[in-house]
């Protein structure tokens, strides 16, 4: 009884610190006139006409597309379907597996155990996961069997580094280079997707084992390193994942239908994943991993790619960020740890209109000038199943579009979107 006493007192100062109150309190996202946030109605009702004639066209089976600026929601529809097969239409408060937009949140949480001083965005992983010390670059390959040799790596990888996608850790199934695809399907990682009964330190402690693409710290190569850090989450807070996300910044963001595994009164506002055979839209379906798993009671909570949500919540996840780290007078994060998150973290590495900060990718100078992607400072990603996001501060606007498509698909509309998006404003 002492013992469950002292657990449930360690949560409770652990909830406790989950937010702090602001002396700011910024609203949470509410409806507002387009006019009054100085933007052209006009102009919407093309993104408008846009998204219909694309639904109309068959290039997407359906979208959820919201759009706001300064607090206020000027634009949320809904298009199309959400299950052509079983003839359901598309809602506003449709529920998307939003795959990679999990990296944001993901990366926020350890940003928050930063500032509490838990550990040192350099520290080594191994400090805290330590199958992670002896850190080796693979060297050669045997296409036969899937055998391989390494070299020992130089640099130790950092918390930074997982964050930043520059740990030289590979990403399975959807990695660039073959030869990690099959030796990660050889060693049975999970990449991202799954309703097996399996824990995330099961498949991180595997995953250490592997050898990098590259030195740490040396070259940006897209990862798992970010459900590296859902397990190294859960080892700094005492947590399990799943309940830090949810008591720590689902909650105080009013993220209501954010989940890595749906409730069961929820399960029907799941959209379907699909894909066009000749004219038809059809449900997605594939041996690599279990399409259906958010309506699963699974325990794999993915830090790179595991959870589902609205375009709603994750507005207001985004507007927390163009707030300075608060919402709704509950402070996540400190203006000063937001302006480091939103700031190049990468040098050189990247070379182009973008750069890499400590959870987005960021439109620079170059990137500004060059047009259609906002101004400079303006952040974003997106995932897997064609959801899009981004945010510009400079304007104080956030867009995003959900879509749940594989395959081929004649799909324009992130581009479009997000170019349209920024003409619209007329203040």
């Not at 041996?287 to 507005?315: E, H, K, M, W």
Request: hydrophobic share 35%; aromatic share 10%.
């Amino acid at each position: 009884m002492k013992n469950l006493a002292a657990h449930l007192l360690l949560l409770y100062s652990l909830c406790l610190a989950a937010q702090t109150n602001s002396i700011q309190n910024s609203p949470t996202l509410t409806e507002g006139t387009p006019s009054a946030q100085g933007m052209s109605q006009e102009r919407l009702d093309k993104i408008d006409l846009m998204l219909s004639s694309e639904i109309s066209k068959g290039n997407l089976p359906g979208a959820v597309a919201l759009i706001a600026r300064n607090g206020k929601i000027v634009f949320h529809k809904a298009y199309g379907m959400a299950n052509t097969e079983k003839g359901e239409e598309m809602e506003k408060d449709a529920i998307f597996r939003i795959a990679s937009q999990t990296k944001a949140i993901t990366a926020t949480a350890v940003m928050m155990l930063w500032e509490e001083g838990k550990f040192k965005l350099d520290d080594p992983i191994s400090k805290y996961i330590p199958q992670f010390e002896a850190a080796q670059i693979l060297d050669t390959f045997n296409e036969a069997d899937s055998t391989y040799t390494t070299k020992p790596a130089k640099n130790q990888i950092t918390i930074r580094d997982l964050i930043t996608h520059t740990s030289g850790i590979g990403y399975g199934m959807i990695d660039g280079d073959a030869r990690f695809r099959k030796m990660y399907a050889k060693a049975g990682i999970i990449d991202a997707f799954t309703s097996e009964k399996i824990r995330i330190g099961e498949n991180i402690k595997k995953l250490a084992t592997l050898p990098l693409h590259h030195e740490p710290g040396e070259a940006w190569t897209y990862s798992e390193g970010l459900d590296v850090l859902g397990y190294f989450i859960e080892i700094v807070s005492r947590m399990p994942f799943n309940e830090f996300l949810r008591t720590r910044i689902f909650e105080p963001l009013q993220m209501n239908d954010t989940y890595f595994y749906l409730p069961k009164e929820k399960a029907d506002r799941l959209v379907a994943v699909q894909y066009k055979e000749g004219n038809k839209w059809k449900r997605f379906e594939t041996p690599v991993f279990d399409i259906d798993y958010p309506n699963s009671p699974g325990t794999f909570f993915s830090g790179g790619a595991g959870l589902s949500s609205t375009a709603r919540d994750y507005a207001n996840f985004l507007q927390m960020y163009l707030n300075g780290g608060e919402l709704n007078g509950k402070r996540l994060l400190s203006r000063t740890t937001v302006n480091s998150i939103l700031s190049n973290q990468i040098g050189t590495i990247w070379d182009g209109g973008k750069d890499y900060g400590l959870a987005f990718e960021i439109v620079n100078k170059k990137g500004a000038m060059a047009g259609g992607e906002g101004s400079e400072g303006t952040f974003s990603w997106g995932g897997y199943f064609n959801t899009q996001y981004f945010a510009d501060p400079k304007e104080n606007v956030i867009g995003i579009i959900m879509k749940q498509t594989q395959g081929p698909v004649n799909d324009d509309t992130g581009w479009k979107f997000r170019q349209m998006v920024s003409t619209t404003i007329d203040d």
